[in-house]
């Protein structure tokens, strides 16, 4: 079978700027890593298939949503957290960080910030287990790098709104329970605003890094 | 927020990719979708939303890319002690020494600016544009170590026997989502000159 033998790197003793908590989350994850993905990730990669079966682990190690709330089901954790927990998974492979990073920054994330309390409520603790799994929809067939060209658009259809579109390479489609889309409504279809006031100016970029 | 299951909503899987291969990709097709109106996000306007949650990616991939070059160069050195020609280890040639001290060097880099960039983030003082310098800098860094440490290993690197190339090709793709590695340099020139090369 397979053995890990994967060994830590660290020339400048960065770790003396890091927490006892934060070492422990480390190690914790890289266990798991050693222990459930790299025996086989090797083989699923070969057949072009995702481990299902590692969902509960990712879970259980606290790679949803680690700086969610523990009230929602995060860990509450800080930033540089959430980093070692992502330097770790992708360790093991990209391909199960990319899984990971979806769930926590692309799903859970936004939910947490701009969600209401019943949608926080509905959604985030059985995102944070795994039980439930989610991805996240931005990129179009021809809206790339430029997404202030996208063409899903919503109209108002009283109690609910009709949605169009597509959506492209989207990391956990295949299986994810929800999707957050992103779309257009009938103001931002055809009102001028959107282009003045959403292009990513410098202005709009540092209005984000302060405004959550 | 579409739940699996509404009428209208299918999600085609994306096949023959060289990269990412044990993760699922795929498509969001909405014909004609009911969404209930209790579903939408009630106050995000424009692009603010989608950016904001792009920035918090991108933060844990300038970590995340670490891993996967501390991988490799783990696996190179490795290799390069135990790998026996001219009578001696591999690791005792120059080109070899260099390939390696270059990598070590360049993780030590990124472990150094991705825990400042941590610190400032958890005092929700990191900009945009120095996480995508970050992830920038991160992701060409760990897809350079990949490639070089496949050459160390010789014709080992190209098999399953070794995470190498599956880190090489994986990189391929992170080095291109969440923003590509062009536009994130625009980013950069942005933030230092003013002025927007892409608008």
């Known amino acids: 079978m397979y053995v890990d033998k994967f060994q830590f790197h660290d020339y400048y003793l960065v770790d003396e700027l890091l927490t006892e908590e934060h070492k422990l989350i480390r190690e914790t994850v890289r266990n798991w890593v050693k222990k ?18 590692i969902i509960k682990g990712l879970g259980e190690v606290g790679a949803f949503g680690p700086y969610i709330p523990t ?14 927990i992502m330097m770790e998974l992708e360790r093991g492979d990209s391909g199960v960080r990319s899984t990971a990073s979806v769930q926590s920054s692309l799903v859970m994330y936004p939910i947490y910030t701009w969600g209401t309390e019943e949608q926080k409520k509905k959604y985030l603790p059985k995102l944070a287990t795994g039980e439930m799994m989610g991805c996240f929809g931005l990129t179009e067939p021809n809206h790339g790098s430029d997404p202030s060209g996208m063409i899903s658009h919503i109209k108002d259809a009283g109690d609910h709104v009709i949605l169009n579109g597509s959506k492209m390479w989207i990391s956990n489609a295949p299986f994810a329970d929800i999707a957050v889309v992103w779309a257009k409504d009938e103001r931002e ?18 209005l984000i890094a302060n405004g959550r | 927020m579409v739940e699996r299951g509404y009428d209208g909503f299918t999600t085609p899987e994306t096949h023959s ?5 044990a993760s699922a990709t795929g498509e969001l097709v909405f014909n004609n979708v009911k969404v209930p109106k209790t579903n939408l996000f009630p106050d995000v306007r424009g692009l603010k939303g989608p950016l904001s949650c792009l920035n918090s990616a991108r933060y844990g991939i300038s970590w995340g890319a670490i891993g996967a070059a501390l991988d490799c160069y783990d696996t190179a050195l490795r290799y390069s002690k135990e790998r026996i020609q001219f009578g001696k280890p591999i690791g005792s040639f120059q080109l070899q020494q260099k390939k390696l001290a270059e990598m070590i060097t360049e993780i030590t880099k990124a472990q150094l600016l991705t825990w400042r960039l941590g610190v400032l983030k958890n005092e929700n003082r990191a900009t945009p544009a120095q996480i995508s310098m970050a992830k920038r800098n991160n992701v060409n860094m760990a ?8 050459q160390i290993l010789g014709a080992m690197g190209i098999t399953g026997d070794y995470s190498i190339m599956r880190h090489m090709m994986n990189l391929e793709s992170v080095i291109t ?6 536009v994130h340099l625009l980013i950069t020139g942005m933030d230092v000159t003013g002025i927007s090369a892409f608008s």
């Open chain 1, 36 to 53: 459930d993905v790299s025996p086989i990730i090797e083989d699923y990669a070969q057949k072009s298939e995702f481990p299902h079966q």
């Open chain 1, 71 to 84: 009230e929602y089901g995060g860990s509450g954790l800080d930033q540089i957290s959430y980093g070692i």
């Open chain 1, 189 to 206: 279809r055809f009102g001028e605003w959107w282009l003045k006031e959403d292009m990513m100016d410098l202005q709009l970029l540092k």
């Open chain 2, 17 to 21: 990719k060289w990269s990412l291969r």
């Open chain 2, 143 to 150: 897809l350079q170590i990949a490639r070089e440490a496949r």
């Open chain 2, 177 to 182: 989502y969440e923003g590509t590695h062009d």
